[in-house]
Nanobody, 118 residues
Framework: QVRLVESGGGLVQPGGSLRLSCAAS???????MGWYRRAPGAERELVAS???????KYVDSVKGRFTISSDNARNTVYLQMNSLKPEDTATYYC?????????????WGQGTLVTVSP
């Protein structure tokens, strides 16, 4: 069974930084990984994703502030978040898409809370 384990959330002041990590366990060939977030009362949105080849994608609101990176050998994805704003407050979810025994699979993490507040 494939699981995603997230870490790195917490409380930070506006302008501060946090680094989220997400590691996949189990036998999965990952094609891409990403981070989504859901703020209270809002829809879930894709924050950033990265392909196995290393091509990143960002939602406009985080461009220039967040950086996604990955370590394919460790099946791990990172999200470096700088210049955090109160509107970045949300539960962040890791997502991985890949193949398990030749079958396509999508896996979600349990979520980690990021709170940006004075």
């Amino acid at each position: 069974q494939v699981r995603l384990v997230e870490s790195g959330g917490g409380l930070v002041q506006p302008g501060g930084s946090l680094r989220l990590s997400c590691a996949a366990s189990g036998s999965i060939f990952i094609l891409d990984m990403g981070w989504y977030r859901r703020a209270p009362g809002a829809e879930r949105e894709l924050v950033a994703s990265i392909t196995r080849a290393g091509t990143p994608k960002y939602v406009d609101s985080v461009k220039g502030r967040f950086t996604i990176s990955s370590d394919n050998a460790r099946n791990t994805v990172y999200l470096q978040m700088n210049s955090l704003k109160p509107e970045d407050t949300a539960t962040y979810y890791c997502n991985a898409r890949g193949r398990v025994s030749g079958w396509s699979q999508e896996v979600w993490g349990q979520g980690t809370l990021v709170t940006v507040s004075p």
